[in-house]
């Protein structure tokens, strides 16, 4: 994917001058060769030019790991480290950061071999909330080689969030549809993020289509799409129709991008898009966020960007899906119950016209959106990706800011299930544990909209953190908590 950032962490050691700097070169040295050899050496840059004792050689690694090309950095802590130099290499960074700390080696040489960056890690810490500085902390920041080497690369992800987030533009074309007031986007927190928006009219882009009426590229398109459908290619007199829209799309993001390295869509679909255009878009959106172009339907300024932050953190293609479906409870007792670790209220069905990209459906097929159909001329509706999203892991989530403009989000993992839909769209059977709670806990007591970003695989600690460090309230970073752990909302006595 060429729309999100490549990462390069800047691996900087500091020490307390009256610690053995020995201890610092040597644990930085391990440090980099555990990375090395456990994952990709393009992805870390140590700094050689000195250990950072002082406000001096925090200007020299600063200049060294900016000449290098770091757009992320990594303070660690050899021994205790200086705190006022090694916060002050954090806040005049201009990237992510983490701090982590090395452990004791061996019990046979803690005299001269002791580092005590266990209690350096504090000073840290204290020294970042005094210069108003954030910082990515893991878990348990204190570890040996091969534990740092995973902390930072656990940091990667969050890193390329970040900087994704600080460079990007989502590019709308609205209004949202009647009803859907849920799919609100106060711009304020958009920009509080660092992220731009450039908001159009759905007129300005059918001027555009109209414009690319007999482009000569839309040939090769469609050859490309009928490659992707293959058997699937139901509807071929529609093909043409939207490779000039797909088209339309991607120029416009060229032309309007400006100064923004990465862009994405939240693009309109109905109720006049179909029989203005002639189609709906949802095969082109699942084409183009399959390229690693988020597009989100019906206008969701904040459903494109929490598409656009899975993208980053899984590298991955994602999908935006409505919470949509209660599972029936014959198709439960037939193909969940005994088979699966849920009960029903822990499973849902998430359904889109056909905006998920084929490569995450079981099969798929062109159809027209049957909705539409029943108020509209089929030959209008068709353009849809339907088919059964393939059953595996999932991360549920989404970053919303409230019509009072407050950050919030939720994080919740789980899986889709090897079942048969029998329905239409793309869809599939959702499992998570404790859903039901959190369906009514978490998404209606705190007004979330029905529309939810998925990545596919287990992402819910770099989304936690991400969204942690980019600011979200601690409290208002929801999960799907388990019975211990009763919501503030919940009757006790349910």
């Known amino acids: 994917m060429n729309n999100i950032p490549k990462v390069k962490i800047g691996l900087v050691a500091v020490s307390r001058d009256c610690f053995p700097e020995s201890l610092s070169v040597n644990r930085r040295k391990a440090l980099v060769e555990a990375y090395k050899a456990k994952y990709d050496a393009a992805d870390i840059y140590e700094c050689p030019i000195c250990i950072v004792e002082s406000e001096i050689h925090?200007?020299?690694?600063?200049e060294d790991i900016k000449k290098a090309g770091c757009?992320?950095?990594?303070?660690?802590?050899g021994n205790f480290g200086p705190?006022?130099?090694?916060?002050?290499?954090?806040?005049?960074f201009d990237g992510p950061k983490m701090f982590c700390a090395a452990a004791e080696e061996s019990q046979n040489d803690l005299i001269q071999g002791r580092g005590d960056a266990y209690c350096g890690m504090l000073n840290a810490s204290y020294n970042l909330k005094l210069r108003n500085t954030k910082a990515y902390i893991p878990d348990y920041p204190v570890g040996d080689a091969e534990d740092c080497a995973d902390m930072i690369h656990e940091f990667l992800p969050i890193a390329r969030a970040v900087i994704g987030?600080?460079?990007?533009?989502?590019i709308s074309f609205g209004p949202r549809p009647m009803n859907f007031l849920a799919c609100n986007a106060p711009i304020q927190q958009l920009y509080n993020l660092g992220v731009e928006i450039e908001e159009n009219s759905e007129l300005d882009l059918f001027e555009a289509f109209n414009k690319h009426a007999g482009d000569a590229r839309i040939?090769?398109?469609?050859?490309?799409?009928?490659?992707?459908?293959?058997?699937?290619?139901?509807?071929?007199?529609?093909?043409?129709?939207?490779?000039?829209?797909?088209?339309?799309?991607?120029?416009?993001?060229?032309?309007?991008?400006?100064?923004?390295?990465?862009?994405?869509?939240?693009?309109?679909?109905?109720?006049?898009?179909?029989?203005?255009?002639?189609?709906?878009?949802?095969?082109?959106?699942?084409?183009?966020?399959?390229?690693?172009?988020?597009?989100?339907?019906?206008?969701?300024?904040?459903?494109?960007?929490?598409?656009?932050?899975?993208?980053?953190?899984s590298d991955d293609i994602v999908t935006l899906l409505d919470i949509n479906n209660s599972v029936p409870k014959d198709m439960y007792k037939e193909s969940i119950e005994g088979k699966f670790p849920y009960t029903h209220t822990d499973t849902f069905m998430g359904f889109h016209c056909g905006n998920t990209c084929s490569k995450k459906l079981a099969a798929c097929e062109m159809k027209n959106q049957l909705?539409?159909?029943?108020?509209?001329?089929?030959?209008?509706?068709?353009?849809?990706l339907e088919g059964d999203i393939a059953p595996g892991d999932i991360t549920f989530y989404r970053l919303q800011s409230t019509?009072?403009?407050?950050?919030?989000?939720?994080?919740?993992?789980?899986?889709?299930?090897?079942?048969?839909?029998?329905?239409?769209?793309?869809?599939?059977?959702?499992?998570?544990?404790e859903m039901g709670r959190f369906y009514r806990n978490v998404l209606i007591e705190k007004n979330y909209p029905h529309h939810g970003a998925v990545a596919f695989g287990h992402?819910?600690?770099?989304?936690?953190?991400?969204?942690?460090?980019?600011?979200?309230?601690?409290?208002?970073?929801?999960?799907?908590?388990?019975?211990s752990v009763p919501y503030p909302t919940e009757n006790p006595f349910s």
């Open 58 to 62: 925090m200007v020299q690694a600063l």
């Open 403 to 433: 019509s009072d403009n407050k950050l919030r989000a939720y994080v919740a993992e789980g899986e889709v299930l090897p079942v048969a839909t029998k329905s239409f769209g793309g869809i599939g059977v959702f499992a998570i544990h």
């Open 165 to 170: 987030l600080t460079n990007l533009k989502i």
């Open 219 to 313: 040939a090769d398109v469609v050859k490309d799409m009928e490659a992707e459908l293959g058997a699937g290619n139901k509807k071929p007199e529609v093909l043409e129709k939207l490779a000039q829209y797909e088209l339309t799309l991607l120029d416009w993001v060229e032309e309007h991008r400006g100064y923004r390295e990465y862009v994405c869509i939240a693009g309109k679909c109905w109720p006049a898009f179909q029989t203005q255009f002639g189609f709906v878009p949802c095969y082109v959106n699942s084409r183009l966020t399959g390229r690693g172009i988020p597009v989100s339907c019906e206008v969701d300024i904040y459903g494109a960007l929490s598409e656009y932050i899975g993208t980053c953190i």
């Open 459 to 483: 992402y819910g600690k770099a989304l936690f953190d991400t969204f942690k460090y980019i600011g979200v309230p601690m409290e208002d970073i929801n999960y799907n908590q388990p019975k």
């Open 371 to 384: 909705i539409m159909a029943r108020s509209l001329p089929v030959e209008v509706t068709n353009g849809t």
């Open 83 to 92: 705190e006022i130099s090694e916060t002050l290499l954090a806040k005049h």
């Open 71 to 77: 757009n992320a950095l990594c303070v660690y802590l």
